[in-house]
């Protein structure tokens, strides 16, 4: 059983800093695809950044130049570095791993960004 846990969410001020966790535990193979998603209140989820098992990287026009997608592979481990943070930040991130059709997913953590 494959589970993956977010962490490292929390409150942070509008030009601040966060970054953010993923580890995928109960895995024994290395991941096609990740990725982090977001959900604001009364939005639809949407794409934050991706990174392929080759190393491509793609992020959502809101956030490039931004937030930074990184992983460890050797740990199954994803992380979201967040730079200048905005209030329109705020929201439930989510992350995404994929291994061919089967997509895993954590169970969220809120970040909140204060003006």
């Known amino acids: 059983q494959v589970q993956l846990v977010e962490s490292g969410g929390g409150s942070g001020q509008t030009g601040g800093s966060l970054r953010l966790s993923c580890a995928a535990s109960?895995?024994?193979?290395?991941?096609?695809?990740m990725a982090w998603y977001r959900q604001a209140p009364g939005k639809q989820r949407d794409l934050v950044a991706t990174?392929?098992?080759?190393?491509?990287?793609d992020y959502g026009d809101s956030v490039k130049g931004r937030f930074t997608i990184s992983t460890e592979d050797a740990k199954n481990s994803m992380y979201l570095q967040m730079n200048s943070l905005k209030p329109e930040d705020t929201a439930v991130y989510y992350c995404?791993?994929?291994?061919?059709?089967?997509?895993?997913w954590g169970q969220g953590i809120q970040v909140t960004v204060s003006s």
């Open positions: 995404k791993m994929r291994f061919g059709v089967v997509a895993y």
């Open positions: 109960g895995a024994r193979f290395a991941f096609h695809e």
């Open positions: 990174i392929t098992s080759g190393g491509s990287k």
